[in-house]
């Protein structure tokens, strides 16, 4: 059984493009996260949410909204696709915010053309 | 930016001990060092954790110096699956918002060989 399970694996699509990436956890955590890790391997927090608060990376564009219609689950939106958000995606859960151990998902690739 | 700094990257030999440095020089009393790894093309896992008594679990073994500012991360037995990127993290042991995230740096590339 997956802890944090994502999908798809790999995605591809055009510049200007909407797309969304899903996350789910079967851990029971309270809080999700959506990391990016970048060409140079950088991995980076974008979003962690719980059912009480979201608190959002400065750095990270409008143009990325996480969405969560349960606990389980924190689905990443992202609107009018660029060049420069192609990157690996990785959501994370953990038991409560940010002082927990954290788990990962498997990630999924984006591929903007 | 990440508080820890780390060796880009390191070798063993396939069943010997891995023994990995990471500084913390400015680490505060309040925060934990936390060990995750990330092998090729996976979402990053974690290893141990730890405040200043070493700790030990089924996958390794985290040594804090007394003062704190720096450890080591040890895996007693390599094997080739332990062929990572390993990441060294300091963060605060309790709610203080989002300094309480994980911070990833560049990690030391482990590179274990037969």
């Known amino acids: 059984d997956t802890a944090v399970s994502q999908t798809p694996k790999y995605l591809v699509t055009q510049m200007g493009n909407d797309k969304s990436i899903k996350c789910e956890q079967n851990?029971?955590?309270?809080?999700m996260y959506w990391y990016k890790q970048d060409s140079k391997k950088f991995l980076k927090i974008m979003f962690s949410y719980n059912n009480k608060e979201l608190i959002i990376n400065e750095t990270v564009p409008n143009r990325f909204s996480p969405k969560s219609p349960d606990k389980a689950h924190l689905n990443l939106h992202i609107n009018s696709l660029e060049l420069g958000d192609s990157a690996v995606y990785f959501c994370a859960s953990s038991n409560r915010l940010f002082t927990d151990t954290q788990y990962f998902g498997p990630g999924t690739r984006l591929t903007v053309l | 930016d990440a508080k820890t700094t780390q060796p880009p990257s390191m070798d063993c030999a396939e069943g010997r001990a891995a023994n990995l440095p990471c500084n913390h020089s400015t680490i505060s009393g309040n925060e934990y060092v936390y060990w995750y790894r990330q092998i090729h093309s996976q979402g990053p896992q974690y290893i141990i954790h730890?405040?200043?008594n070493n700790e030990t679990n089924e996958m390794a073994s985290l040594i804090i110096t007394e003062d704190r500012k720096s450890s080591t991360l040890i895996l007693p037995h390599a094997t080739l699956r332990d062929t990572a990127v390993y990441y060294c993290i300091v963060r605060v042991a309790s709610y203080g918002g989002s300094q309480g995230n994980l911070i990833f740096g560049k990690g030391t590339k482990l590179s274990v060989k037969p």
């Open positions: 730890g405040l200043k």
């Open positions: 851990l029971g955590h309270d809080t």
